[in-house]
């Protein structure tokens, strides 16, 4: 079993920037797929990016990329998402997810049912 806990969310103006932080336990995330999700109020949850377990490829959803950015430190069992000029669509809860291996197939990426564990979200609020 793997445990996640997102934190870092928060309050932001617009064109703000948030750092989230993705925590596990459990097991080392050293040979999972990780991704981040987001769900809006009265929205499904969306598909933001992907990272491969070495870290060495990434994948960006077209609404977040260029300013997003997903990255990992195995050593510390921690997934990152920096995220740069938020706007006030950007207003979500947010949640880490892993999956064990798999193959790094851009349609799979952003598929929720692609994933065995999910953190419990956290909240990012940006007013505009």
């Known amino acids: 079993q793997v445990q996640l806990v997102e934190s870092g969310g928060g309050l932001v103006q617009a064109g703000g920037s948030l750092r989230l932080s993705c925590a596990a336990s459990?097991?080392?995330?050293?040979?999972?797929?990780m991704a981040w999700f987001r769900q809006a109020p009265g929205k499904e949850r969306e598909f933001l990016t992907a990272?491969?377990?070495?870290?060495?490829?990434?994948y960006y959803t077209d609404s977040v990329k260029g300013r997003f950015t997903i990255s990992r430190d195995n050593a510390k069992n921690t997934v990152a998402l920096q995220m740069n000029s938020l706007k006030f669509e950007d207003t979500a809860v947010y949640y880490c997810?892993?999956?064990?291996?798999?193959?790094?197939?851009?349609?799979?990426?952003?598929?929720?049912?692609?994933?065995?564990?999910w953190g419990q979200g956290t909240q990012v609020t940006v007013s505009s």
């Open positions: 990272i491969s377990w070495r870290g060495g490829s990434t």
């Open positions: 997810a892993a999956r064990l291996g798999g193959s790094w197939s851009i349609h799979r990426l952003s598929l929720e049912s692609e994933y065995d564990y």
């Open positions: 459990g097991r080392t995330l050293s040979s999972y797929r």
